[in-house]
C-alpha cells in the first residue's frame, strides 16, 4: 500500500556533491518523519539524518556541516543533499518513514526503501 523509492546514488569524486531523494507512493496522505540510514562495506547501519514531523533535523556527527535533510511535502519526498563527500561516506543509503496514510484508510505505516549506493572515489 505504500513504497519507498530511494534515488540519486551513483559515483563521486572526493569532495564532490549528490542528492539522494526518498519518495513515498500509493496510499500516503503524508511523510511525518524520516531517517536517512547508510551501511557501509563491512560495517553496521548507522543513522546518519533525521527529520521529524515538527520539521527538526539532527545528523550523526561525521556528516555535520556536509549533508542536510529536507523535505518537498507536496511530492511526498525527502532529500539528501551531499556536500564535501569522502571516502568513508561509501555506503548503501536507506530511508526509513514514518507515514501517516491516506485518510481512507487512516493509519500509520512505518517502512524501508531498497537502497541506493553510493560509491566515493579517493
Known amino acids: 500500500q505504500v513504497q519507498l523509492v530511494e534515488s540519486g546514488g551513483g559515483l563521486a569524486q572526493t569532495g564532490g556533491s549528490l542528492r539522494l531523494s526518498c519518495t513515498a507512493s500509493g496510499a500516503v496522505d503524508r511523510i511525518d518523519a524520516l531517517n536517512w540510514y547508510r551501511q557501509g562495506p563491512g560495517k553496521q547501519r548507522e543513522l546518519v539524518a533525521q527529520l521529524t514531523a515538527d520539521g527538526s533535523t539532527d545528523y550523526t556527527d561525521s556528516v555535520k556541516g556536509r549533508f542536510a535533510i529536507s523535505r518537498d511535502s507536496a511530492k511526498n519526498t525527502v532529500y539528501l543533499q551531499m556536500r564535501g563527500l569522502r571516502p568513508e561516506d561509501t555506503a548503501v543509503y536507506y530511508c526509513?518513514?514514518?507515514?501517516?496514510?491516506?485518510?481512507?484508510?487512516?493509519?500509520?505505516?512505518?517502512?524501508w526503501g531498497q537502497g541506493t549506493l553510493v560509491t566515493v572515489s579517493s
Open positions: 526509513n518513514a514514518e507515514i501517516t496514510m491516506d485518510v481512507t484508510i487512516g493509519s500509520t505505516w512505518v517502512g
